[in-house]
């Protein structure tokens, strides 16, 4: 119901009443007093989902130390330890705000997941994060969320998540250039030490300790 009445007022806040429309001369022709008409410019009015923001939108990014998930068993930097990884491999975000309404972003995230040598069974629930900050300052909310996955055989699987942040502002001139969005991997201390550090698997070549080299 509330959906039919909006569109509805959009349709009345476009088109012209029926006077107007009967009283609007026509192109080429004369007014009531034998003047010359001059043709009137229609107004037009931009779709709602073209109209321009109040500002811009808060950026969003994905947190470094948190970008990756990687198990490592007894927390041993082998490749023959890896249980299953992860990588939030990118972002695209859009947002709306106009007048003093809150600003929606809606997010969606592209996932790599992934099985190593010591993963156990076929599936995984991993865990991530999406926290809204005042622009490189205090943390403001954070949620928490599950993607449970299923590799059904194969050692490797992409995902996409989508997720609609709606953030509150305190008026009309509070823009969204004042907030970050950070999303990132639920990880350990350990985990995040791993990825501070830039450390990754390569392939030893020689095959005389395969599973060893750690590229950093």
Do not use: H
């Not at 007014?31 to 229609?42: E, I, K, L, T, Y």
């Not at 954070?142 to 008026?171: C, H, M, W």
């Amino acid at each position: 119901v509330l959906a039919l009445a909006f569109v509805a007022a959009v349709s009345l806040a476009v088109l012209p009443d029926a006077a107007q429309a009967q009283s609007r001369p026509q192109e080429g022709g004369q007014n009531a007093d034998g003047s010359a008409a001059v043709p009137r410019q229609r107004t037009r009015t931009l779709p709602l989902s073209r109209q321009a923001n109040a500002g811009p939108c808060p950026v969003v990014r994905i947190l470094y130390d948190a970008a990756r998930y990687v198990e490592l068993a007894d927390n041993r930097a082998l490749a023959a330890n890896v249980g299953f990884t992860g990588e939030i491999e990118g972002v695209t975000s859009d947002c709306r705000y106009r007048n003093d309404d809150p600003i929606v972003v809606d997010t969606n995230m592209l996932f790599a997941l992934g099985k190593g040598p010591s993963a156990q069974g076929d599936g995984r629930t991993y865990r991530y994060w999406v926290a809204v900050t005042s622009r490189d300052q205090a943390v403001l909310a954070k949620e928490y969320f599950d993607l449970p996955v299923q590799f059904e055989g194969q050692d490797r699987t992409r995902v996409s998540e989508s997720q609609t942040i709606v953030i509150p502002r305190a008026n009309a001139q509070t823009s969204g250039a004042n907030f970050e969005i950070l999303i990132g991997f639920d990880v350990t201390p350990e985990m995040a030490e791993f990825n501070r550090v830039g450390s990754r698997f390569c392939v030893d070549a020689t095959g005389n300790s395969a599973g060893t080299c750690i590229n950093r």
